[in-house]
């Protein structure tokens, strides 16, 4: 059997300036019937730098642009997802639209093959009770405001 390994991802912590409402995509684990929300993100190819990987993944995904992005931490997440284990290490960047008006869109849909939508998640709205993931970034999150 062939030795798995993590993979790396980079993911984009966009924020409404002045709020504490981040971007997130809404996702579904359909083995578990779990939903969940997580910051868009993707894979980072090997000779990619994070932040390079993180524009590529955002145009892919949702057709934007990024202003410039700054790492703010790492979190490893060990999962299961459709049945299938994974491991990960999240690399979460602290970024923004280049272009302003985009935050005053209240949903983005998604451009690639596969359909997704972002919308925007008030973290300290106590109805929202779907799991943000992966575990350990509301550390990152809790820092205040862009």
Do not use: C
């Amino acid at each position: 059997m062939a030795k798995r390994k993590p993979r790396v991802v980079a993911l984009a912590l966009i924020r409404r300036p002045g709020t504490r409402v981040i971007l997130v995509s809404n996702s579904r684990d359909e083995v578990a019937g779990v939903r969940f929300q997580r910051p868009f993100g993707g894979g980072v190819e090997f000779g990619e730098r994070g932040d390079e990987a993180l524009r590529r993944e955002l145009t892919e995904e949702l057709g934007v642009e990024l202003a410039e992005a700054r790492l703010v931490g790492a979190v490893e997440n060990l999962f299961v997802f459709e049945g299938q284990p994974g491991h990960e290490i999240l690399l979460l960047y602290e970024t923004g639209f280049a272009d302003a008006s985009l935050y005053e869109k209240d949903r983005f849909e998604g451009v690639e093959a596969e359909p997704k939508t972002g919308v925007w998640r008030d973290l300290d709205d106590p109805q929202n009770d779907l799991p943000l993931y992966p575990p350990g970034l509301a550390t990152y999150l809790a820092a205040g405001t862009r």
